[in-house]
């Protein structure tokens, strides 16, 4: 199935611990993305690569470290984790910035 | 700053009615106005999208509404069905460039 996978969908894990989210397009798109929704729903743009570049890096602590080793893998890394990063993430990609596909969304709990 | 502005925050709506959601926006700028449906657990999903050349979109029971001159949209949804059920988001974007998300509608349809 041509889709947008990101795995763990749940991650539960302990206050100071570093994790990993993994993101893989099929689509053939060439930008990606990664959204944090909060309980409120509200989604916020993270970080968007174009390419393997950088090319959105909003207000996020640099705690938080987006990998793209090549055009359909986008990975989010999380450095000395906090309670208010409990969220659910989402990676998306598109073919430019139409026709966003989103993953399933990674549910990150921190205790 | 919101660059869409989306209303109601919530919404219940009977079945076989009509439910309908806004969004504004200041950018003149923009060209592209998707709506998202996101059901719990899942990602959000393109549900119908138009560009400011027409006023008015239909495909099936969805239809969104676009006011240039207000710049305003909004998205009605006919007859109503309890599987409509689920948050809405409203977007905003210039061809090229990232997309804004409006703040989400939590949409409930009662039997």
Same mark, same amino acid.
């Given at each position: 199935?041509?889709?947008?996978?990101?795995?763990?969908?749940?991650? *539960?894990?302990?206050?100071?611990?570093? $994790? /990993?989210?993994?993101?893989?397009?099929?689509?053939? #798109?060439?930008?990606?993305?990664?959204?944090?929704?909060?309980?409120?729903?509200?989604?916020?743009?993270?970080?968007?690569?174009?390419?393997?570049?950088?090319?959105?890096?909003?207000? *996020?602590?640099?705690?938080?470290?987006? $990998? /793209?080793?090549?055009?359909?893998?986008?990975?989010? #890394?999380?450095?000395?984790?906090?309670?208010?990063?409990?969220?659910?993430?989402?990676?998306?990609?598109?073919?430019?910035?139409?026709?966003?596909?989103?993953?399933?969304?990674?549910?990150?709990?921190?205790? | 700053?919101?660059?869409?502005?989306?209303?109601?925050?919530?919404?219940?709506?009977?079945?076989?009615?009509?439910?309908?959601?806004?969004?504004?926006?200041?950018?003149?700028?923009?060209?592209?106005?998707?709506?998202?449906?996101?059901?719990?657990?899942?990602?959000?999903?393109?549900?119908?999208?138009?560009?400011?050349?027409?006023?008015?979109?239909?495909?099936?029971?969805?239809?969104?509404?676009?006011?240039?001159?207000?710049?305003?949209?909004?998205?009605?949804?006919?007859?109503?069905?309890?599987?409509?059920?689920?948050?809405?988001?409203?977007?905003?974007?210039?061809?090229?460039?990232?997309?804004?998300?409006?703040?989400?509608?939590?949409?409930?349809?009662?039997?």
């Amino acid at each position: 199935d041509t889709a947008v996978s990101q795995t763990p969908k749940y991650l *539960v894990t302990q206050m100071g611990n570093d $994790k /990993s989210i993994k993101c893989e397009q099929n689509l053939g #798109h060439d930008t990606m993305y990664w959204y944090k929704q909060d309980s409120k729903k509200f989604l916020k743009i993270m970080f968007s690569y174009n390419n393997k570049e950088l090319i959105i890096n909003e207000t *996020v602590p640099n705690r938080f470290s987006p $990998k /793209s080793p090549d055009k359909a893998h986008l990975n989010l #890394h999380i450095n000395s984790l906090e309670l208010g990063d409990s969220a659910v993430y989402f990676c998306a990609s598109s073919r430019g910035y139409e026709g966003y596909t989103f993953g399933s969304g990674t549910r990150l709990t921190v205790v | 700053q919101q660059q869409v502005k989306q209303s109601p925050q919530s919404l219940i709506v009977q079945k076989g009615g009509i439910s309908i959601i806004n969004c504004a926006y200041e950018n003149t700028a923009f060209d592209y106005f998707p709506w998202y449906q996101q059901f719990p657990g899942k990602g959000p999903a393109l549900l119908i999208a138009i560009r400011p050349d027409v006023s008015e979109k239909k495909e099936g029971r969805f239809t969104i509404s676009f006011n240039k001159s207000a710049k305003q949209f909004s998205l009605h949804i006919m007859d109503s069905q309890p599987g409509d059920s689920a948050t809405y988001f409203c977007a905003a974007s210039q061809t090229g460039n990232q997309f804004y998300f409006g703040t989400g509608t939590s949409l409930t349809v009662i039997p």
